[in-house]
Nanobody, 124 residues
Framework: QVTLVESGGGQVQAGGSLRLSCAAS????????MGWFRQAPGKEREFVAA????????YYTDSVKGRFTISRDGAKNTVYLQMNSLKPEDTAIYYC?????????????????WGQGTQVTVST
């Protein structure tokens, strides 16, 4: 069992920055691909970013490319999402998730474990 705990959400003005953290409970974190997803009110959960097991490869949805950066720290069993130049449309609950197979990283159903989510609100 892997437990994921997100932190770092909050309210920020448009153009501001936030850094989300996701701490994993197991040392197997180092062999697990990780992803960030978000869900806005009335919308489906959507892919935001993912990082491969060893951190060599990263993936982003088009709307956040150049603004968000995903990274991981194996020593801390933690994955981060640095979010810059935030826009009101980035407002959502952000979830981190673990993908044990490391496949189809943009597909929510391929993820095995999920955190509880952290709210990000971007105001104009």
């Amino acid at each position: 069992q892997v437990t994921l705990v997100e932190s770092g959400g909050g309210q920020v003005q448009a153009g501001g920055s936030l850094r989300l953290s996701c701490a994993a409970s197991e040392r197997t974190f180092g062999s697990t691909a990780m992803g960030w997803f978000r869900q806005a009110p009335g919308k489906e959960r959507e892919f935001v970013a993912a990082i491969s097991r060893n951190g060599d490869s990263t993936y982003y949805t088009d709307s956040v490319k150049g603004r968000f950066t995903i990274s991981r720290d194996g020593a801390k069993n933690t994955v981060y999402l640095q979010m810059n130049s935030l826009k009101p449309e980035d407002t959502a609950i952000y979830y981190c998730a673990a993908n044990l197979r490391g496949q189809r990283l943009q597909t929510p159903t391929m993820y095995n474990y999920w955190g509880q989510g952290t709210q990000v609100t971007v105001s104009t």
